[in-house]
Every structure is written in C-alpha cells, then in structure tokens.
C-alpha cells in the first residue's frame, strides 16, 4: 500500500525555519517525482515545489523561490522541505505528493508571532 | 504560467441531480488535466486523471471530458458525499497549476 506521511510541521515565528519530511513506503521511493503542494486557511490548492528521480530537476512556485528548499534521501525513502524566511502567508496545510495519485495527510504550519 | 478558470465558483444542487463542474485554461495543457475532491480534514482524492480516465476506486457517477483548454467533470447523480470541493490541475507545463475550486453544495 502506497503510504505519504508528513512531519515537522507546527508553529513558528515570522521570518523563522522549518524542516517538513515526508516519509514515503509501498512504492519504488526512488523513481518518481514528487512533490509538495498546500492549501492555506480559507483558501485553494497550491502547488509549492517539485523534485524529480535522482534530483535532476527541481522546480519552485515563485512565491516560494529563494527561500525554501526541496531534497530528496533515496535511500530513507524521505522527501523535505527547507523552510526559511517564514511569513505568515506561508501558513497552511503543506502535502506530500506523488501525482497524480497519492498524498499524504498533511502537516499544519503556522507562521504567528 | 497556464492559469484554470473553474466555474462556477459555487454550484448548489440537490442529491440525484446532475451536476457538471468546468475547468478551462489559458492554454493548451493537451490531456494532462486531473480532478479532485477536497473534503475538510482530508488529502485531496484523485478522482480523474488525464482528462477522461477515472481513478482506482472512484465510481461511474464520475466522469471526465475534454482536452486543450476546455474540460469538464460531470457527477450523474448526486450522493450525499458528493457534496466537496473540486479542483482541476494541470501537469503540461511547468509551473503545476490549480483551478481556485468548485463548492458543490447541497441546495
């Protein structure tokens, strides 16, 4: 079964930095893009960054490039997210995903004095 | 950046009834267009991919259409847990895009 599992999300201060992992199981990890996507309160889906097999290609939404940071552990079958430089527009839901078919569950961040 | 258009925004309708949810681009993302359900507390669910295939699991009330810049969901008949948010995205072109959504809620 095909499993996706966030972590590290919680409760920062603005212009602060956060790890989110993604633990992923079920599936050959290690050939696939994958990628995370959130949703702030209140508002739709949007896709953050991308990272492909082998980390040959990365891509970032402009509202996110410069400051975080997507990479890959093959071998512990994990994706993250590097954080940094955190507004409070950052606050949301942040998914782990393998398109088109498998998220995880998500990890809550909130981005608050 | 290929921007989706969703509409209507809101779409009130009550169980058994028909419902059909558009997505158009602003260009041309061929068949690379998937569906999903948003429900409160919950991962997305794929309901459609490539425009018109339906996802493992997902049942023959829901149906998907169209290709290049206009694509449609269609839900026969509406069940009580039907009633979510749907959104399109699209995969043809760096960046990955969203629809801003579709509340279908009861009326």
């Known amino acids: 079964e095909v499993q996706l599992v966030e972590s590290g999300g919680g409760l920062v201060k603005p212009g602060g930095s956060l790890r989110l992992s993604c633990a992923a199981s079920g599936f050959t990890f290690s050939t696939y893009y994958i990628n995370w996507v959130r949703q702030a309160p209140g508002k739709g889906l949007e896709w953050v960054s991308s990272?492909?097999?082998?980390?040959?290609?990365?891509y970032y939404a402009d509202s996110v490039k410069g400051r975080f940071t997507i990479s890959r552990d093959d071998a512990k079958k994990s994706l993250y997210l590097q954080m940094n430089s955190l507004t409070a527009e950052d606050t949301a839901v942040y998914y782990c995903a393998r398109f088109p078919d498998y998220w995880g569950q998500g990890t809550l961040v909130t981005v608050s004095s | 950046e290929i921007v989706l258009t969703q509409s209507p925004a809101t779409l009130s309708l009550s169980p058994g009834e028909r419902a059909t949810l558009s997505c158009r681009a602003s260009q041309s993302v061929s068949s690379f267009l998937a569906w999903y359900q948003l429900k409160p507390g919950q991962a997305p669910r794929l309901l459609i991919y490539d425009a018109s295939n339906r996802a493992t699991g997902i049942t023959t009330r829901f149906s998907g259409s169209g290709s290049g810049t206009d694509f449609t969901l269609t839900i026969s008949s509406l069940e009580p847990e039907d009633f979510a948010v749907y959104y399109c995205q699209q995969r043809s072109h760096w960046p990955i895009t969203f629809g801003q959504g579709t509340r279908l809620e009861i009326k």
């Open positions: 990272i492909s097999d082998s980390s040959s290609f990365i």
